[in-house]
């Protein structure tokens, strides 16, 4: 929608919530939450698509939750690690590899 409430569209068409979303740093990828097998299963993974609505891709496969996602600046990254102080980040992504084959 536009700043001023105005031009809604729906993005999402899917059963069950589509939730908690994340604007890419680029401003062309929405990150969210979903609830993937609904109504079977409530538990929701993190999915990316374009601010369009399309090429929906699921990133995370999971028993249990993953909810909140956000894009990585790593301008600013803190350490959560005192040894080393190393950057760490929370969570496993699946990537997506195609093959030529």
């Known amino acids: 929608m536009n700043s ?3 031009s809604i569209h729906q993005l999402t068409k899917e059963m069950g919530w589509d939730l908690n979303p994340s604007w890419s740093l680029d401003d062309k990828s929405i990150l969210f939450s979903a609830e993937p ?3 079977k ?3 929701d993974e993190i999915f990316i698509m374009d601010v369009n609505g399309g090429n929906r891709v699921g990133l995370t496969f999971s ?3 993953d909810i909140n ?3 990585f ?3 600013f990254a803190y350490s959560v690690s005192n040894v080393g102080k190393l950057n760490s980040l929370w969570g496993k992504i ?3 590899v195609s093959s030529s084959n």
């Open 4 to 6: 001023d409430g105005t």
């Open 37 to 39: 097998d609904f109504p």
């Open 41 to 43: 299963d409530f538990d």
């Open 63 to 65: 028993p249990e939750s």
């Open 69 to 71: 996602p956000d894009m």
């Open 73 to 75: 600046d790593p301008a």
């Open 94 to 96: 699946r990537a997506k």
